[in-house]
């Protein structure tokens, strides 16, 4: 392996960086580094390196395929899958995909591989995803038809919200669920679901400010990757219908957006999957008829340029149209900065 175009630095430098995919995996690689001092004395020196294999020849299955939205109970479960490195377990994550295209929103991820959840209303896909200890994966796919039962989108938020401990390592995926069921209700825009509109509205609020309890509670200590993108995740599911915000939903939207950039820090980086979010909740909330201009014009803009700082190319944030008629001065408006 001398051609350089393999490297992402050059074969001279203290560090040698093999590009990704170049080497096979379940292949073994042996790699010499020769090195000269001043007077032109060298010394040699082998490794043996593995290319790490992903976990492989399992299965995945969610049964039943079919239920009720928040009630059915799904059984997920991943068997059968194996990795070379037999004396460690392999983690597992299962998520369903939102309907908003913000990505995966996730259920569980730990080493339990059968787990049981409910899932939100919608033809949705679901997900599972094995790792091993060097970050391998494997990903796999399937779908399940989740239909709303006898009692409204909003009774069924309102039993789960009533059973819910914000200490519960799912709380956060179950807020996200009852989410994504007010908005697919939304989008059926039955009779009964239109009459429940001002519950729903307040249901937004009050899902936030479990978000806002859950996000307090577990602090910094235990953030990763995956906690940040399902908290800016649930966030955007929350507020994905702009016309049933309130101006205090609204605020407390911005405001737990701008907690969830900074508790990301502690990672080094907003991961892109919450950048995603992130952008996504703030058009929600700037194309509500109800924002004031003070939220535009300060914490909105605020934390867009956080998450905006290391990817330009997130996708721009959207105006309601009564915004810009009267709050959009050139220079003074989010979409300006």
């Known amino acids: 392996m001398t051609d350089s175009s393999l490297f992402s630095t050059s074969l001279?430098?203290?560090?040698?960086?093999?590009?990704?995919?170049?080497?096979?995996?379940?292949?073994?690689?042996?790699?010499?580094?020769?090195?000269?001092?001043?007077?032109?004395?060298?010394?040699e020196e082998n490794i043996t390196v593995f290319a790490n294999r992903p976990p492989?020849?399992?299965?995945?299955?969610?049964?039943?395929?079919?239920?009720?939205?928040?009630?059915?109970?799904?059984?997920?479960?991943?068997?059968?899958?194996?990795?070379d490195d037999e004396g460690e377990r392999l983690r597992y994550r299962f998520a369903f995909v939102a309907q908003e295209g913000i990505g995966d929103v996730s259920l569980y991820d730990g080493r339990n591989r059968t787990i049981n959840s409910t899932l939100p209303v919608g033809n949705l896909t679901i997900s599972a995803t094995v790792y091993d200890s060097l970050g391998g994966s494997a990903d796999m796919i399937t779908s399940a038809t989740v239909v709303l039962g006898s009692q409204s989108a909003t009774g069924l938020v309102a039993s789960v919200l009533d059973g819910l401990s914000v200490e519960s390592s799912t709380a956060m995926s179950e807020l996200a669920a009852c989410a994504e069921t007010l908005n697919g209700a939304a989008a059926m825009s039955s009779d009964n679901e239109t009459a429940s509109e001002a519950a729903s509205t307040e249901l937004r609020h009050t899902l936030l400010s479990y978000v806002r309890n859950i996000t307090l509670e577990t602090g910094t200590s235990t953030v990763t990757s995956i906690s940040v993108n399902l908290a800016a995740a649930t966030v955007t599911l929350i507020t994905s219908v702009p016309d049933q915000l309130t101006q205090d939903t609204q605020e407390s939207a911005v405001e737990l957006s701008g907690m969830?950039?900074?508790?990301?820090?502690?990672?080094?980086?907003?991961?892109?999957?919450?950048?995603?979010?992130?952008?996504?909740?703030?058009?929600?909330?700037?194309?509500?008829?109800?924002?004031?201009?003070?939220?535009?014009?300060?914490?909105?803009?605020?934390?867009?340029?956080?998450?905006?700082?290391?990817?330009?190319?997130?996708?721009?944030?959207?105006?309601?149209?009564?915004?810009?008629?009267?709050?959009?001065?050139?220079?003074?408006?989010?979409?300006?900065?």
């Not at 395929?65 to 194996?82: I, K």
């Not at 909330?285 to 605020?302: F, I, K, W, Y």
Request: charged share 15%; hydrophobic share 35%; with cysteine.
């Open 12 to 43: 001279d430098s203290l560090w040698l960086v093999v590009r990704p995919s170049v080497l096979t995996p379940g292949r073994k690689y042996s790699f010499e580094i020769i090195a000269t001092d001043y007077y032109g004395h060298t010394d």
């Open 56 to 83: 492989r020849g399992g299965k995945f299955s969610l049964i039943p395929s079919e239920g009720y939205a928040l009630s059915t109970n799904f059984r997920f479960q991943c068997l059968g899958w194996v990795d």
């Open 260 to 337: 969830i950039t900074n508790s990301s820090r502690v990672l080094g980086m907003i991961p892109d999957q919450a950048r995603l979010s992130i952008v996504t909740t703030l058009s929600s909330v700037a194309q509500a008829s109800s924002l004031r201009e003070s939220t535009l014009g300060g914490p909105v803009a605020d934390v867009l340029q956080q998450v905006r700082s290391a990817m330009p190319s997130l996708p721009p944030v959207k105006l309601h149209s009564h915004i810009i008629e009267n709050f959009c001065v050139h220079g003074r408006c989010i979409t300006c900065r």
